[in-house]
């Protein structure tokens, strides 16, 4: 079964300085990943996704995320981090074909000014 | 794009009743759907996939009798939490594929239950 780890629940970063939020996973087969964003008491939004194309995605807002087989690896980063960055953030693995996610534990992001 | 609502958006209900969440594609069928339950600054757990015309398919450890899950058309799945208790108040989150061959999912925006 698949499964995703992130690590670190909360996460600080100053204004402007680089985000970094790291996602492994675990799955039998070749994986879909994906990176989703959610604000309080909203669903999620989907920020980029890895789907056996290229291995470094671009998604909205600046972040982008670099697929790595030998290391079971999708981590986000986004140069340069904006208020509007805070927020928890969620990595997902799906074994292609059966839709069904497989959450991490989240990453609650705190943008300091 | 694709949008995913959901109804209502909170609810609040006595201990022994039971409330129904709907979720509905907006703009595409959905022959599947996802329910999925949150906890408190926790992540989305998986609860079941409802599939149109046919049963939902639950998750272990999710009883299928407490939580009544109806997919009776290609739009609209419902969530029906039976004789609800306090441990039962939740952010409940339904999402939809687009299509079968688009692994990405969108996402409603939650039913916050809260059960007194």
């Known amino acids: 079964a698949q499964s995703v780890t992130q690590l670190g629940s909360h996460v600080s970063v100053s204004e402007g300085a680089l985000v970094l939020l790291r996602c492994n996973y675990s799955?039998?087969?070749?994986?879909?990943l994906f990176w989703y964003v959610q604000y309080p008491n909203q669903g999620l939004q989907l920020l980029l996704k890895?789907?056996?194309?290229?291995?470094l995605v671009k998604g909205i807002n600046g972040f982008e995320a670099e697929f790595k087989k030998s290391e079971t690896s999708f981590h986000l980063t986004k140069p340069s981090a904006h208020m509007s960055d805070a927020a928890e953030y969620f990595c997902?693995?799906?074994?292609?074909?059966?839709?069904?996610?497989?959450f991490g534990k989240g990453n609650q992001v705190v943008v300091i000014p | 794009g694709a949008v995913v609502s959901q109804h209502p958006s909170w609810v609040i209900c006595k201990s022994g009743t039971s409330v129904k969440i709907e979720c509905r594609s907006l703009?595409?069928?959905?022959?599947?759907m996802f329910w999925y339950r949150q906890f408190p600054k926790q992540s989305l757990m998986l609860m079941a996939t409802?599939?149109?015309?046919?049963?939902?398919?639950?998750e272990q450890g999710v009883e299928k009798d407490k939580f009544l899950i109806n997919h009776a058309s290609l739009t609209l799945s419902t969530l029906t939490v039976t004789s609800a208790h306090p441990e039962d108040s939740s952010f409940y989150i339904c999402?939809?594929?687009?299509?079968?061959?688009?692994?990405?999912?969108?996402f409603g925006p939650g039913t916050r239950l809260t059960v007194t």
């Open positions: 999402s939809a594929p687009l299509g079968a061959s688009r692994y990405e999912q969108y």
């Open positions: 799955s039998s087969v070749p994986p879909y």
């Open positions: 997902a693995v799906t074994e292609g074909g059966n839709n069904r996610l497989a």
């Open positions: 409802s599939n149109e015309g046919s049963k939902a398919t639950y």
């Open positions: 703009d595409f069928q959905a022959t599947t």
């Open positions: 890895y789907t056996s194309a290229a291995t």
